[in-house]
């Protein structure tokens, strides 16, 4: 039995939806659907990896059939070298073998890769069909299957092909982070010391204090479930006011311009998301010194926090020219100058459009004169 449920709600319009969090949560996904009006009898095409469904997806199906669903599996793989528009074409396969129809659903139970490649293929399913995600690794739990990003790699780039197609309902059950690797978990926690650094300084200070940032079973069950809760709101809040990325939305990808780069460059699969997310911050860190626009001193906090986590904080060694044109093809470049979330103190960041090509230069070649 699950004890009672956080729900954070996603102001977005027109279909609001609910962040559902609790240990236990996912024996009611049945419920929890019926409960955001999702109709019963409809076909549902669940999506996940063996590493998930060989742990959960029984007692999933079985909450689904329980309430009235008609649920179908598909268990795909799902590294981030398979987030492919080839891997979209394998759940579009199986929803047209289910008959899935306009009002039928698909659920994404798994990490942010399930997430991101089953909402893009519910997105472009029949022009649209309705997705729920139910995140099985820290980092999509607090990130990838909020907001309503999906999306998959293109070579040239990370999620260079995606829609925004927002979920009827995110359900979180913390207890499923048992069985994911330890790496994965303190992954996951770099998306969460975002959260503090771009908005949320009282969280920042909770993760100092916290014993187990960098091992699951260290950490207190209540203390993890107030850090999810801390991050969802976060993210509720920020989509809330900016759904499509037009301004604000874009503090959320603090980190993640260097952090592409790095896995850009380094090959998908060498570093996972969140490891370069922690190099990408400490990067922008080193940048924004080099600026005047952070002390020294913070920027040695988000340091000693990203390592007691576990998490890499040494630059790759990649050339300068090479980090240059990596970063042009960035998502977020606009009229050739790129998009940088730059630290201004823990809790607040700022979006800069005129960082200089030199600057970078001269940031990038000092860090790999240090990594020589
Ligand atoms: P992932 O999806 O690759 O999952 C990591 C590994 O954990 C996989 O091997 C998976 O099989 C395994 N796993 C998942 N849950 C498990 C569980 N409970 N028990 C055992 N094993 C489990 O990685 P991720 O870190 O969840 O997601 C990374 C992806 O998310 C990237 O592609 C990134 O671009 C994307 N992302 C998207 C958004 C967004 O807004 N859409 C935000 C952040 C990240
Ligand atoms: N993960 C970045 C975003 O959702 O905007």
Redesign the pocket.
């Known amino acids: 039995m699950h004890q009672t449920l956080h729900r954070i709600p996603v102001k977005v319009n027109p279909q609001p939806y609910e962040i559902v969090i609790g240990a236990g949560s996912i024996q009611s996904i049945g419920k929890e659907l019926v409960k955001a009006g999702i109709r019963k009898g409809i076909k549902i095409l669940v999506v996940t990896?063996k590493?998930?469904a060989v742990?959960y997806s029984d007692i999933f199906l079985q909450s689904l059939s329980e309430s009235g669903y008609d649920p179908h599996l598909l268990v795909i793989e799902?590294?981030?070298d398979q987030?492919t528009p080839e891997s979209v074409a394998l759940i579009h396969d199986a929803a047209y073998t289910a008959k899935l129809e306009r009002g039928s659903l698909m659920i994404a139970l798994?990490?942010?890769?399930?997430?991101?490649m089953t909402g893009f293929a519910a997105a472009t399913w029949l022009r649209g069909i309705s997705i729920v995600q139910v995140p099985?690794?820290l980092?999509?739990m607090v990130?990838?299957a909020i907001?309503g990003?999906?999306g998959v790699n293109h070579t040239g780039g990370?999620?260079l092909i995606g829609a925004f197609h927002q979920p009827r309902l995110v359900l979180i059950d913390p207890s499923?982070?048992k069985?994911?690797?330890e790496r994965?978990f303190r992954?996951?926690m770099a998306?969460v010391i975002k959260y503090g650094v771009i908005g949320d300084s009282k969280l920042f200070d909770l993760l100092e204090t916290c014993k187990g940032l960098n091992k699951l079973s260290a950490l207190n069950d209540q203390v993890l479930e107030e850090i999810i809760i801390h991050s969802c709101s976060s993210k509720a809040n920020i989509v809330a006011l900016d759904e499509h990325e037009s301004g604000l939305r874009a503090i959320l990808n603090y980190g993640h311009t260097f952090g592409h780069v790095i896995e850009t460059l380094c090959g998908y699969g060498t570093w996972?998301?969140?490891e370069a997310v922690s190099i990408g911050m400490v990067t922008i860190g080193e940048l924004a010194i080099q600026l005047d626009s952070w002390s020294k001193e913070e920027a040695n906090r988000q340091k000693a926090l990203l390592k007691k986590t576990g998490l890499p904080t040494e630059w790759p060694s990649i050339n300068g020219e090479d980090v240059l044109r990596s970063l042009q093809g960035d998502k977020k470049v606009k009229g050739g100058n790129i998009c940088f979330i730059m630290p201004k103190r823990i809790g607040e960041v700022e979006i800069k459009y005129d960082i200089t090509n030199d600057s970078i230069r001269e940031c990038i070649s000092r860090l790999n004169y240090q990594v020589q």
């Not at 798994?110 to 991101?116: I, K």
């Open positions: 990896n590493d998930v742990p799902a590294g981030e987030k798994g990490g942010g890769v399930v997430g991101d099985t690794t980092l999509a990130d990838a907001g990003k999906t990370k999620n499923t982070l069985t994911l690797p994965e992954a996951g998306e996972l998301h969140g």
